[in-house]
C-alpha cells in the first residue's frame, strides 16, 4: 500500500471535462490507483459526471486531505489546479491531454508508467515562482489575482494600441505605444511571452520577463528583472479600457488613472518532474515540432 508520512497516499484527480473521452480516462486513472492502495478524490461535480460518487469531495476537503494532484488535461488545466493547490505546497502531477502540454509531466500514451512512478515515488518536484497582481484605483486595492504563467494587458475594445507607462521600483522604464503588453515568470517564458519575441528563460531563474506585444517603436525588447522587483503598469490615455488577462483567463478591466503592481507571490506552485524528462529535453520536444530533427 503506498503510503505518504505513515499514512495512506491520498490522491486528487481534477479533469477537464471538455476532453474528447475524458470520462474513460478518469474512470482508468481512479480504478488503478484504488487497485495499488491509494485513496483518490474527485470535486464532486466531477465525480458526479464519471460516476463514482463515492470518489466525490468538496474542493476545499481535498485540499486538506491529497498528498498530490493529478490532471487530465492540457495547460490551461495544470495552471488552474496548482495555484489552488499552491497554498497548501500540494505537488500536481499534468497529464497531457491537450495539444502543447509543456507543463505536464506526461503523455496520455505514458499514462501507466507515470502512475506507478506516482505510487512509488520515483519523481521529482519543482517549485515554480508566481505572481501576484494587484490593480489599485484612488490608492485602494479594487482587484487581485495570482498568476503562474502571465499577466497580460490588451485594448479590451478593439485591437487598437493602447498606450502604457512602465516602472520598476517606481523608476520609469519606458512608454510603450503596442497591442499589449506581457508580465511573465520564467514558467510563463515559454507561453505567450515567447510568442511575442521575449526569451526563454530556465525556470530554475526567478524572474519577471517584460515584453510589450507588437510595440509600435524601432527599440522595444523585452526585459528581465529580478524577483525582488516591483513592476507598476499605468494606463496612459483616458479612452482606453485595458483588459487584464490572469493565465489565459480574462479577469478585470482597468481605465485611466488605474495603477497594475506585479509581484512575486509568497506560495509557489509545485509541479512533478520525472527523472527521464529534463526541462531542455521538453524544450527541445515540444517547441521544435516542426524541425527536422537533430541528429547529434
Known amino acids: 500500500m503506498p503510503e505518504i508520512g505513515g499514512s495512506v497516499l491520498t490522491i486528487g484527480i481534477y479533469p477537464n471535462m471538455e476532453k474528447t473521452g475524458i470520462t474513460d480516462v478518469v474512470c482508468q486513472v481512479a480504478d488503478y ?8 478524490l474527485l470535486p464532486q461535480d466531477f465525480a458526479t459526471a464519471c460516476d463514482r460518487p463515492m470518489l466525490a469531495a468538496d474542493r476545499d476537503i481535498m485540499m486538506r486531505q491529497i498528498n498530490l494532484g493529478i490532471t487530465l488535461g492540457g495547460d490551461g488545466t495544470i495552471l488552474h489546479v496548482a495555484r489552488e493547490l499552491a497554498q497548501a505546497k500540494i505537488p500536481v502531477c499534468g497529464i497531457n491531454m491537450g495539444n502543447l502540454g509543456f507543463l505536464t509531466a506526461a503523455e ?8 506507478d512512478k506516482l505510487l512509488t515515488g520515483d519523481y521529482l518536484v519543482e517549485e515554480r515562482m508566481m ?9 485602494e486595492t479594487i482587484f487581485s489575482a495570482t498568476a503562474l504563467n502571465d499577466v497580460v494587458m490588451t485594448n479590451s475594445a478593439s485591437p487598437r494600441l493602447i498606450r502604457l507607462n512602465v516602472y520598476v521600483d517606481e523608476e520609469l522604464i519606458a512608454g510603450y505605444p503596442a497591442d499589449g503588453f506581457i508580465l511573465a515568470t520564467s514558467t510563463g517564458a515559454t507561453g505567450y511571452s515567447l510568442s511575442a519575441g521575449g526569451p526563454v528563460v530556465s525556470p530554475h531563474v526567478e524572474a519577471m520577463i517584460l515584453t510589450p506585444i507588437c510595440p509600435h517603436t524601432l527599440y522595444s525588447r523585452a526585459l528581465v528583472v529580478s524577483r525582488q522587483e516591483t513592476v507598476e503598469v499605468r494606463p496612459q490615455s483616458p479612452e482606453e479600457i485595458v483588459a487584464l488577462t490572469i493565465d489565459g483567463k480574462s479577469n478585470f478591466c482597468m481605465i485611466f488613472g488605474d495603477a497594475l503592481k506585479v509581484t512575486e507571490s509568497p506560495e509557489k506552485a509545485r509541479l512533478v518532474r520525472f527523472n527521464d524528462k529534463s526541462y531542455y529535453q521538453t ?5 521544435r515540432r516542426g524541425e527536422i530533427d537533430a541528429t547529434s
Do not use: D, F, N
Open 33 to 40: 490507483l484504488i487497485e495499488r492502495g491509494a485513496r483518490v
Open 108 to 115: 496520455l500514451s505514458e499514462l501507466q508508467p507515470a502512475l
Open 131 to 139: 505572481l501576484v497582481a494587484t490593480v489599485l484605483r484612488q490608492g
Open 283 to 287: 524544450l527541445h520536444r515540444k517547441l
